[in-house]
């Protein structure tokens, strides 16, 4: 049988009626909030004790709480790249940060999103949504005006547009209104640009699409959660991110928006790594930079009161990419024209569906190239050469450096990828490893980048459906 992208046993919709809840006349609303490097342990509902997450945890409570959600790198810009597209970073033409390397003065200037593909907010908008983009872009420099959220769909944005640094510059639309803000601000900014948007297009459907810079470094809490946590400066800004989304769901309470918007809250990636004593990957093992759970596994939680039933937790495995054939669906939206990695998992959300995998779809762990491969409780850690380990994981001595044969991991007994157990598995590894080879020859497999790198989009051909 030939290997599908996904795992999760849900149909692909091309798109159709949208859904709304009890009583609604228009499509749903969506709040998609994307934090930053938070790890799969940093929230109260997933096991934290160091911090108090009262408001994130209500998501649960109020929806449903995924325990194996993947995002499609270990990366900031990939992993945003296919959340916005649904499609592996390879097809959309960011297998790599546009912020690494700076050894060349303008080398990274045109490395972004590829022009050519559909976000969200485009297939949105074409439906009459209101758009806003608030937050950390960093899906290219936008000193290339083609990068720039607004030509990717969003009617505004408000943020800084990479990682943010000490004194990162704020843009409102295409402008810089301060060239050196203060982190400690930023979050209090964006809260209240969320809510005024909200506000001023609560009589017409809208998406607001969030990426906070937290709890990226620097770690710097706004003066109201400083030392409000039991666990320093970090335990300080999750605590602040807790009540930002505190503050967007009263908000919408307040506004009679509650029962007709999909909340969606996720990270982008892992923790940073253990050495910098930043975050936590709970159970898992591995940090941001490496295609270990702890790398790509992430909290994410769904709320839709009335339509998404309240205090359930899922073991599906579903993924990032997953969010824009599920908004297409709900939007009653048509679906970009181009090959799709994520599916439709309204059915799962809305519990008409169990969360059975199907026994032939498998999940791809890629960063720049095809690094492991998920079947059912499977994962195959593939052999690599030096030029296929991403330079990331070179500067930070992480991951598989020098893996000469298959890994292989049992999920369900070795949540922590400590026991190779391929010599007891033969036939597993090598089903997976045929899945690899017809998976890089539709991905394509990219070199981490030297200092002059070129956009993917460039120099490859559209693929067709």
Same mark, same amino acid.
């Given at each position: 049988?030939? =290997?599908?992208?996904?795992i999760l046993a849900v149909?692909?919709l091309a ?14 609303n ?7 490097d938070?790890?799969?342990?940093d929230?109260?509902?997933y096991?934290?004790k160091?911090?108090q ?6 998501l649960?409570?109020?929806g449903?709480?995924?325990t194996?959600?993947y ?6 810009? !990939?992993?945003?790249?296919a959340?916005?597209?649904g499609?592996?970073p390879?097809?959309?033409g ?9 050894k ?5 200037d ?7 593909e559909?976000?969200?907010?485009e297939m ?18 936008? =000193?290339?005006d083609?990068?720039? +959220?607004?030509?990717?769909g969003?009617d505004?944005?408000y943020g ?7 004194? !990162?510059?704020?843009?409102?639309g ?8 203060? #982190?400690?601000?930023l979050?209090? /900014?964006?809260t209240?640009?969320?809510i005024?948007f909200?506000?001023r297009?609560?009589?017409k #459907?809208f998406?607001v699409?969030?990426?906070?810079n937290?709890?990226?470094v ?5 003066p109201?959660? /400083?030392?409000?946590?039991?666990a320093?400066d970090?335990g300080?800004?999750v ?11 009263? =908000?919408?309470?307040?506004l009679g %928006?509650d029962?007709n918007?999909l909340v ?12 910098l /004593? ?6 898992l093992?591995?940090?941001k930079f ?7 596994? $992430?909290p994410?939680l769904?709320?839709?009161p009335?339509?998404?039933?309240a ?30 990695d994520?599916?439709?998992?309204? +059915?799962?959300?809305?519990g ?10 498998f ?7 095809l ?7 499977w994962? %195959? ?8 380990i ?7 001595k992480?991951?598989?450096m020098?893996?000469k044969k298959?890994f292989? $991991? ?14 007891e598995h033969?036939? $597993? $590894? ?6 690899a080879?017809?998976a890089?020859r ?6 981490s980048?030297g200092t002059?790198q070129? #956009?993917?989009w460039?120099?490859r051909k559209?693929?067709k459906?």
């Amino acid at each position: 049988m030939k =290997a599908s992208f996904r795992i999760l046993a849900v149909a692909c919709l091309a798109g159709g009626a949208s859904v709304c809840a009890a009583g609604a006349d228009r499509p749903p609303n969506v709040v998609l909030i994307f934090a930053d490097d938070l790890g799969y342990g940093d929230l109260g509902c997933y096991g934290a004790k160091h911090v108090q997450t009262p408001n994130i945890d209500r998501l649960a409570a109020e929806g449903v709480r995924f325990t194996e959600f993947y995002v499609a790198a270990s990366v900031c810009s !990939p992993s945003r790249a296919a959340l916005l597209t649904g499609r592996y970073p390879q097809r959309a033409g960011l297998p790599w940060c546009p912020m690494w390397p700076r050894k060349k003065p303008g080398s990274r200037d045109n490395i972004g999103l590829d022009p050519a593909e559909t976000t969200i907010a485009e297939m949105l908008k074409q439906e009459g949504y209101a758009t806003l983009c608030v937050g950390k872009w960093h899906l290219g420099h936008l =000193a290339k005006d083609v990068f720039h +959220p607004m030509n990717h769909g969003f009617d505004e944005y408000y943020g800084v547009p990479e990682n943010y640094g000490d004194s !990162p510059q704020l843009w409102d639309g295409r402008k810089i209104v301060e060239q050196k803000t203060d #982190p400690a601000r930023l979050t209090e /900014k964006y809260t209240r640009r969320v809510i005024e948007f909200i506000q001023r297009n609560q009589n017409k #459907p809208f998406l607001v699409y969030y990426p906070s810079n937290l709890v990226h470094v620097p770690v710097r809490p706004g003066p109201r959660f /400083k030392g409000s946590s039991r666990a320093g400066d970090y335990g300080d800004v999750v605590q602040e991110l807790d009540g930002s989304v505190g503050e967007i769901l009263t =908000a919408l309470m307040d506004l009679g %928006l509650d029962r007709n918007t999909l909340v969606i809250f996720a990270s982008d990636n892992g923790p940073l790594p253990e050495t910098l /004593k930043y975050g936590s990957a709970g159970p898992l093992h591995g940090s941001k930079f490496t295609s270990f759970e702890g790398g790509q596994r $992430v909290p994410c939680l769904v709320r839709w009161p009335g339509a998404i039933p309240a205090g359930r937790t899922s073991d599906a495995c579903t993924m990032a990419m997953d969010w824009l054939p599920t908004i297409a669906h709900l939007a009653g939206a048509p679906l970009p024209q181009v090959k799709l990695d994520g599916c439709d998992i309204w +059915p799962l959300l809305s519990g008409k569906s169990d969360d059975q995998a199907s026994p032939e779809v498998f999940y791809y762990y890629n960063e720049a190239n095809l690094q492991a491969i998920r079947w059912q409780h499977w994962k %195959l850690h593939l052999p690599r050469t030096e030029k296929m380990i991403p330079y990331y994981q070179r500067h930070h001595k992480l991951g598989f450096m020098n893996l000469k044969k298959p890994f292989l $991991v049992d999920l369900r007994s070795d949540v922590g990828e400590s026991q190779d157990v391929s010599a007891e598995h033969p036939d $597993v $590894v090598s089903k997976i490893e045929t899945v690899a080879v017809d998976a890089r020859r539709r991905l394509g497999d990219v070199e981490s980048p030297g200092t002059e790198q070129r #956009p993917v989009w460039e120099s490859r051909k559209q693929e067709k459906k």
